[in-house]
């Protein structure tokens, strides 16, 4: 184990586990885990094979945040504080948000900062009851960098990350939840195999329809910002008609038998 930490991508059949690993400090994300991520995301984007991804802390957390041990080196230079967030933060963070996988979050315990920048890019999130979410880094004498703080507030909500960056809240899962940040809340001991009925059923699905659906999503979720996507959506939102995954979902259905994608 580097330590560093990793981010460590295990495929099981149409299933794509990625894990953030650093081992005593609840995987908080150093900036070669995060390049890692970058790196990880973009070779799932190009598969052929995969179907869903988990993402998903090793030992009972998610990610506590920031690895602040290795601030130092670069925090205190405006040019190298530019560089870790524009490059090395937001590159694992858009490798996320630009693939065309399902992205399902299993989160545990501590979801703090980076972990919750991570779970916000992820389109399910299921968590177990232990889990906890916040980003009180005001606390360390310093904001959330901008491009984050919009895609923590367009997922938490603005009203939640005023409360979490200017009061360094930290909520508990029933609260996220009833906040719309979280799919399903879990006890612990059921958290696993809960999650893996709810990918089993997804990987069953179109794939097609899935990257399709996520494109969509994408789009209409203001990235391209300043740019108006609907008449490119329009433009190529139905070349899928004669595709075999349309035809066979279709001829399935009527046939009275599970689809074969």
């Not at 799932?44 to 290795?70: K, M, P, W, Y």
Request: aromatic letters at 6%; a negative charge.
């Amino acid at each position: 184990m580097s330590p560093s930490g990793r981010v460590d991508s295990r495929i099981d059949g149409g299933l794509a586990r990625v894990t953030l690993c650093h081992p005593g400090k609840f995987n908080a994300m150093s900036r070669p885990m995060w390049r890692e991520l970058r790196r990880v995301f973009e070779e799932l984007a190009l598969s052929e094979t995969v179907r869903c991804v988990l993402v998903q802390g090793h030992e009972g957390h998610f990610c506590a945040g920031g690895d602040i041990s290795e601030y130092p080196d670069f925090r205190f230079d405006e040019a190298a504080l530019r560089a870790f967030h524009e490059d090395d933060v937001w590159g694992g963070l858009s490798a996320m948000l630009d693939c065309d996988l399902p992205v399902v979050a299993q989160i545990a315990g501590n979801c703090m900062g980076a972990g919750l920048e991570i779970a916000s890019c992820c389109d399910l999130r299921v968590a177990s009851e232990s889990a906890r979410f916040g980003a009180p880094i005001a606390k360390l004498g310093f904001p959330m960098a901008p491009r984050e703080a919009q895609l923590v507030a367009h997922a938490v909500g603005e009203l939640t990350a005023r409360e979490m960056l200017l009061a360094a809240a930290v909520l508990p899962a029933t609260e996220m939840k009833a906040r719309g940040f979280l799919n399903r809340v879990l006890p612990v001991d059921t958290l696993d195999t809960e999650i893996r009925t709810l990918i089993d059923g997804m990987i069953r699905l179109s794939p097609l329809a899935a990257r399709l659906n996520k494109q969509t999503l994408r789009a209409l979720g203001g990235r391209g910002q300043g740019v108006d996507s609907s008449a490119a959506l329009l433009a190529g939102a139905y070349r899928y008609a004669d595709s075999a995954e349309h035809i066979e979902g279709i001829s399935a259905f009527l046939a009275k038998r599970p689809p074969q994608f």
